[in-house]
Every structure is written in C-alpha cells, then in structure tokens.
C-alpha cells in the first residue's frame, strides 16, 4: 500500500511539475499581456515551489520502506528547492525589477535547469517503480 503511495506522489510530483514549467507558464504569457503574465508568475511561483517540497518530501517518505535511492533522489528533489524558492526566485526578481536582463537571463536559465533536474528525477523514480 505505501509503495502505490509512493508511486502517485511521485506521479503527481512530475505531472505537477511539466504542467506547471510547459503548460501553464507558457500559457499566461500567450493569454495575457507580458506585464500582467510576469505578476500573475511572482504570485504562482512560491506556491508551485511549495507544492514540490511538500510533494516531494511525501513521496521521499512514502518511498523510504521501499527504495532508498528513489527515496533520496525525492529528498534531494525537496531540499534544493527550499533554496531556489527563498534565494533564486527572489534575485530573478531583483534582477527582473533592476532591469538587469543579463542577471535575469543566467538566473532564470538556472532555474529553469533545476526544474529540468526536478522533472527528471522524478521521472527517472517513476520509471525504477513501475
């Protein structure tokens, strides 16, 4: 019972995850002007973060019993986006503000990387559990 547990966290994790980073992201700056996209983002962002660590560290615990890499690999997942919530998202943020768009352009590709990394950990536990 854990193990199918484990295995929808982690589902939920990586289908949260893409559908957020490609679909609605890119969505609201389709639908709505790039002013109002940008605001509606800063809003969204520290909630999407909050959902990956707390779906992460669910499925990290749901894991545990079952499979210790897949259960670090979550653990890893959760632990390094406590620092893109508190300190990436809001130097992108500064940056945006400043109008630094180089600082903006490397930041947001850094995080941009870490979601990439996020998405495939979770995709590569999901692989190892079914």
């Known amino acids: 019972m854990t193990l ?9 994790l990586f289908g949260g995850m893409t559908l957020y980073s490609f679909g609605f992201a890119a969505f609201l700056f389709t639908a709505l002007p790039a002013d109002t996209a940008g605001l509606a983002l800063r809003r969204a962002f520290p909630l999407f973060y ?23 690999l979550m653990a ?3 632990v390094t986006t406590v ?8 130097a992108i943020n ?16 850094l995080s941009v990387a870490i979601t990439l990394a996020h998405v495939a950990a979770a995709g590569f536990v999901l692989v190892r559990l079914v």
């Open 4 to 12: 199918s547990v484990a295995v929808l966290f982690t589902a939920l």
């Open 83 to 90: 620092p893109t919530k508190q300190a990436l998202m809001p």
């Open 76 to 78: 890893l997942v959760a």
């Open 94 to 109: 500064r940056a945006t503000d400043s109008g630094q768009r180089r600082q903006f352009k490397w930041l947001h590709g």
């Open 50 to 72: 909050l959902f990956v660590i707390a779906t992460a560290m669910l499925a990290s615990a749901f894991l545990w019993p079952h499979d210790r890499l897949s259960a670090a």
